[in-house]
């Protein structure tokens, strides 16, 4: 017997509708492209996502078909991504920082049949235009008076290609489940690939960051998301945000930490979210300045592991909770999330912070288990560790046009890292699954390694590889990167590192360069250090 409630699609156009209707006046600003601070409302949103759909309707663009957006965090690029879904078409983000040659495969595999682009970006896909058979048009993001005067045909200004079309639009209605938005992995090995969300997981994981364990917005809050829209939706923001009837502040270009403090001060943002690399940018500017932090009360680290000192720093001295995530593209991303709870809640100190270095809890909506190289689920005791499944209405099922299998026979993803969880919930990433270090048998940590490491004045990165060794099979290698007018040296840091790590985890050798390789979505690119030092010896 199935219940008697209506049959009301989860749609992710129906956030729109409730923000403008509820807080028309809450206000959405972004750092333009062009330079100034823009300003609009949740009303003005709506009706420009109506005219972008109309348009894009006018252009021929159909359910099912890829529009692809490569652009900053802005309101120009939220407009669009709210038009495209609400036509029904896919968005597809690119990252801008992905290889030509990997843009041309994603652009080609997905098929986009437009693609809108910022002005900073547009030298990126001038040069690979002409491999880009199926792209009709390409729509930069900006007004007639910005456009360079070289553009090709072919290359319209965003703003007289809106002109175009009214407000006058009904956003289509079609079952939940069908495609809203595509997202391809870094693909660290072989080539991207796309992970495809519905309209109903969008809205569901939306739902899911508001938790009041997650993003906790309510309309009271402003939001700076500065974790980027092509970077696996923006952790749900964009959408959570209209949902809570919470402000919108877009940082647009400005990822420098000044950028940043000067829209987290003016726009008096009380939340925030971006990967650790973002933060110690503005922890730098802020020892730099004497600036302090007097609006922001919490703020989301995750996309790579935090560093302790990260959360010492922000809790300690400027009173802005850490709250700690984990996920990943396959799981929309959202996977867990650090916030203390009742039975932690009184953890003061260290103890709090140790807490706080873990990545936490799955909220509802999504399971995780962790299972031993034989697929046995390991006891949630904080120590057995192993490959960390999930499962969950917003975790992907399989790739875009990818013929793999991905889930196990009992439907579980396995995510590619290396965790335990404590009996409270909580769970740790020890590694990803290829980083590994096996010495003696035993697992070394790479990543507390690494992250005790940055720790350690004078030095801004670190990263931890195993080279093999006759003995242990394998031993770390610390390369790290020492800041800026730092000359500190390999004993300092061994020196700092004793007692903070297990001491047969010390590495054997540190080596200082001057940059570590990154991957589009800025984690340390391990394949290529492990290349890079192959010939190594011990
Ligand atoms: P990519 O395209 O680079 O794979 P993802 O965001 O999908 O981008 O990367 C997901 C991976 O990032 C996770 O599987 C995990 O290894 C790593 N990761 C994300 N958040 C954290 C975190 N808080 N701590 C440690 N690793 C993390």
Not at 212 to 223: G, N, R, Y
Request: hydrophobic share 40%; aromatic share 8%.
């Amino acid at each position: 017997m199935h219940g008697l409630m209506q049959d009301w699609p989860l749609l992710v156009h129906t956030i729109l509708d409730h923000a403008a209707l509820n807080h028309a006046e809450r206000e959405m600003v972004t750092r333009s492209v062009e330079g100034p601070i823009r300003r609009c409302t949740m009303a003005d949103l709506r009706t420009r996502s109506l005219r972008v759909a109309k348009a894009l309707q006018q252009e021929g663009v159909r359910l099912g078909d890829r529009v692809a957006t490569m652009a900053w965090n802005t309101d120009r690029h939220v407009e669009t991504w709210y038009g495209i879904m609400g036509l029904g078409a896919i968005c597809h983000t690119l990252n801008p920082r992905l290889f030509a040659e990997q843009l041309v495969y994603i652009i080609n595999h997905a098929e986009d049949r437009l693609l809108f682009v910022d002005l900073t970006f547009l030298p990126v896909i001038q040069a690979i235009r002409d491999q880009l058979p199926t792209v009709e048009k390409v729509i930069v993001l900006t007004d007639e008076a910005h456009l360079p005067a070289d553009t090709p045909p072919g290359t319209l200004a965003y703003e007289s290609w809106l002109d175009q079309a009214d407000d006058d639009f009904t956003w289509a209605r079609f079952d939940e489940n069908t495609a809203a938005a595509l997202c391809y992995t870094s693909g660290t090995t072989g080539n991207p690939k796309g992970v495809l969300y519905s309209h109903r997981s969008n809205v569901l994981h939306g739902l899911m960051a508001n938790q009041s364990d997650v993003f906790a917005l309510s309309s009271s809050d402003a939001i700076l998301p500065i974790v980027p829209m092509f970077h696996a939706n923006a952790w749900a923001i964009t959408y959570a945000a209209p949902m809570a009837g919470a402000g919108l502040v877009m940082p647009g270009p400005g990822m420098d930490g000044a950028s940043i403090w000067e829209l987290l001060e003016s726009e008096k943002v009380t939340c925030s979210a971006a990967v650790p690399t973002v933060w110690l940018g503005l922890l730098q500017y802020l020892d730099e300045t004497g600036s302090q932090l007097p609006w922001l009360e919490r703020v989301v680290i995750g996309g790579a592991a935090c560093p302790r000192m990260m959360i010492e720093r922000l809790e300690g001295e400027f009173d802005v909770e850490v709250v700690h995530g984990w996920g990943m593209t396959e799981m929309s991303p959202i996977g867990t999330i650090g916030a203390v709870k009742h039975a932690t809640a009184s953890l003061e100190g260290e103890e709090r912070v140790d807490l706080k270095t873990k990545q936490g809890r799955s909220p509802y909506l999504v399971e995780m288990k962790v299972v031993d190289d034989e697929g046995h689920a390991q006891p949630r005791d904080g120590q057995s560790f192993g490959h960390l499944l999930v499962r969950g209405p917003a975790i992907s099922s399989a790739y875009f046009r990818h013929e793999e299998d991905i889930l196990t026979e009992d439907g579980w993803f396995d995510t590619g890292d290396i965790a335990h969880i404590d009996a409270l919930g909580y769970m740790q990433i020890t590694d990803r699954d290829k980083d590994v270090i096996k010495s003696g048998g035993e697992w070394i940590s790479s990543i507390e390694v690494e992250n005790a490491a940055v720790g350690c004045p004078g030095i801004a990165e670190a990263a931890v590889i195993g080279i093999s060794h006759a003995k242990w099979g394998e031993r770390p290698l610390l390369i790290a990167v020492r800041a800026a007018g730092s000359d500190v040296s390999k004993g300092d840091l061994l020196a700092y590192l004793e007692g903070k790590i297990a001491t047969w985890w010390m590495p054997d050798e540190v080596v200082f360069v001057e940059a570590l390789p990154h991957t589009a979505t800025g984690k340390i690119k391990k394949t290529e250090l492990r290349e890079q030092f192959s010939d190594y010896r011990l």
